[in-house]
């Protein structure tokens, strides 16, 4: 049997399964003074300024509410060819994000809600499954 690979695993992890599939656990992080952000990093609180300690990893969940959409029709990168949508989601759990829709033909629009999911984009070398982080309006 297959396994499989996520393509950005400092991102996000494999959380439950569901009918849908993988749902996403992010890997954010908080910092002491309450302000969570994605993704983790330990450079400063945007907030506060606190370093060091005071940041601290956490698990967020991949829920949130869609604020925009844009399609792209022209990309330089031939490995991503167009068309595809990236959209700004607010986080359930606080930070806004930029990623991207895992289904271009479904309508979407602001105020939706929308679900981070583990899709498979492909294989590498050694014939494992690529997961990759993709939103999609939840049902």
């Known amino acids: 049997m297959l396994s ?3 393509l950005k695993p400092g991102l996000y992890s494999v959380g439950s399964s569901d009918g ?3 749902v996403a656990r992010l890997k954010g992080g908080r910092c ?3 302000y969570v952000f994605f993704p983790m990093q330990s450079y400063g ?3 506060c300024g606190s370093h060091g300690d005071a940041l601290t990893p956490c698990e967020l969940s991949a829920n949130g509410t869609l604020l925009a959409e844009a399609t792209v029709h022209l990309h330089a990168d031939k490995n ?4 595809f949508t990236i959209v700004k989601v607010a986080l359930d759990d606080g930070p806004v ?4 829709l895992a289904d271009d033909s479904a309508p979407v629009a602001p105020g939706q809600r929308v ?3 583990l899709a498979a984009i492909g294989q590498n070398e050694s014939g494992e499954t690529v997961l ?3 939103f999609s309006i939840a049902s």
């Open 115 to 117: 679900t981070g999911r």
């Open 97 to 100: 994000i930029r990623t991207l």
């Open 80 to 83: 991503r060819p167009p068309p």
């Open 132 to 134: 990759d982080l993709r």
């Open 20 to 22: 849908g599939g993988s």
């Open 32 to 34: 002491r003074c309450g």
């Open 45 to 47: 609180c945007e907030r």
């Open 4 to 6: 499989n690979k996520l």
